[in-house]
């Protein structure tokens, strides 16, 4: 599926779904599993990096 379609099957979900996203039952973790991480796939983005604290694997650049 291309990106673009992904990105709006994403959005059309969620407007969908708006009031029951929006409730404080609905919390981070499943936003991240549902919204972001297929998001940041579809754009080829590794949403692990992006979220984990890589301390061993840190370069120092002086």
Same mark, same amino acid.
């Given at each position: ?17 708006? /009031?029951?996203?929006?409730? !404080? ?7 991240? =599993?549902?919204?972001?991480?297929? *998001?940041?796939? /579809?754009?080829?983005?590794? !949403? ?7 301390? =061993?694997?840190?370069?120092?650049? *002086?």
């Amino acid at each position: 599926m291309p990106v673009l379609q992904e990105v709006i099957d994403l959005v059309s979900r969620f407007e969908e779904n708006r /009031a029951a996203y929006n409730s !404080s039952a609905y919390n981070e973790a499943q936003l991240r =599993r549902e919204f972001i991480d297929p *998001l940041f796939k /579809a754009l080829g983005l590794p !949403s692990f990096l992006l979220f984990t604290d890589h301390k =061993r694997t840190r370069r120092v650049t *002086l």
